[in-house]
Each structure stands twice: as C-alpha cells, then as structure tokens.
C-alpha cells in the first residue's frame, strides 16, 4: 500500500476517494527510560530509548491507518499528517495519531 504524505500520487490516477482513515497508538514512558533520558539531557546528547519508543508509536499509528484503509477497499492514503502529542498529569504517556484520505488509484 502506498502511503504519503503529498495530495495526489505521482504518474498515477486516483479514481476513488473513500474518506478518512486515522491511526493511533499512544505509549507510557517507562521510568528508568526517564532516568535514563534526564541524564542524557543533563550531560548532552540523543536519547536512543525515548528515540526508539516513537519510532514503535509511529510504525504503529501508521500499521492502524493502512489497516484501515485496505478495511474500506483502499490501496493507498494520501495527505497523510503525523501529530506527537504528550498525555497524562506528569506526560507520562505519549500518543501519536496518523491521518490520511483513503484512495484507490490505477
């Protein structure tokens, strides 16, 4: 399934718009990640765990939302946005949403 975040898909035909389809995961932040992270921020540098833990929320808001489409008949989304949002009092949670158009394109 093709999936991107332009309006239309180039050198092909979309013939069909089916409507939105959306994508969600949302992930708790363990706390030693959290040590770990504020002492990678303390002295500098990325934090490989925070890094990988989005990268998993992100395939898989985008795994529902290609799910989705091919539940309607769909066999590409496009206009997709990605949105990081933190939950929870303490934003102990994250969750990242995926959004698109459903298309079928020839």
């Known amino acids: 399934m093709i999936v991107t975040t332009t ?10 718009y089916l409507g939105i389809v959306t994508g969600e995961s949302i992930v708790g932040a363990n706390i030693f990640k959290d040590i770990f992270a504020s002492i990678t921020d303390i002295v500098g540098g990325r934090s490989a765990s925070y890094e990988r833990v989005l990268r998993e929320a992100k395939d898989n808001a985008l795994a529902e939302l290609m799910e989705n489409a091919r539940r309607i008949g769909a066999n ?31």
């Open 76 to 106: 590409a989304v496009v206009g997709v946005d990605l949105d990081y949002e933190t939950i929870g009092s303490n934003s102990s949670m994250l969750m990242v949403t995926a959004s698109g158009t459903a298309v079928i394109y020839a």
């Open 7 to 16: 309006p239309n898909i180039e050198g092909k035909h979309i013939s069909s």
